[in-house]
């Protein structure tokens, strides 16, 4: 089991920088595959970026690539979103999601462990 709290949202104007953190607690947090997905008003969650556990490597959506980075801290068990150069396209609520597959990390059904979200508006 592993439970997810997401923190660090808020309002910021476009251009500007955010930085999300999602604290997770329970057993084994370093061989979860972790992502953030975003889902705003009246739309469907997408996919934002994933890091696996192995090679720490990393997929972004187009929409974000360049501009948000992921990392994780092991130790710390959490898992970052730096977010620059906002747009107020990317207001959404933010959810971290966690799971040991290893595949289809860009679609949510294959997430187990989901966060409450956090919310980032961006204002123009």
């Known amino acids: 089991q592993v439970q997810l709290v997401e923190s660090g949202g808020g309002l910021v104007q476009a251009g500007g920088s955010l930085r999300l953190s999602c604290a997770a607690s329970g057993r084994f947090f370093s061989i979860y595959n972790l992502g953030w997905f975003r889902q705003a008003p009246g739309k469907e969650r997408e996919f934002v970026v994933a890091i696996r556990q192995s090679e720490r490597t990393t997929d972004y959506a187009d929409s974000v690539k360049g501009r948000f980075i992921i990392s994780r801290d092991n130790a710390k068990k959490t898992v970052f979103l730096q977010m620059n150069s906002l747009k107020p396209e990317d207001t959404a609520v933010y959810y971290c999601?966690?799971?040991?597959?290893?595949?289809?990390?860009?679609?949510?059904?294959?997430?187990?462990?989901w966060g409450q979200g956090t919310q980032v508006t961006v204002s123009s």
């Open positions: 999601a966690a799971t040991r597959t290893n595949v289809g990390l860009g679609f949510s059904p294959t997430y187990d462990y």
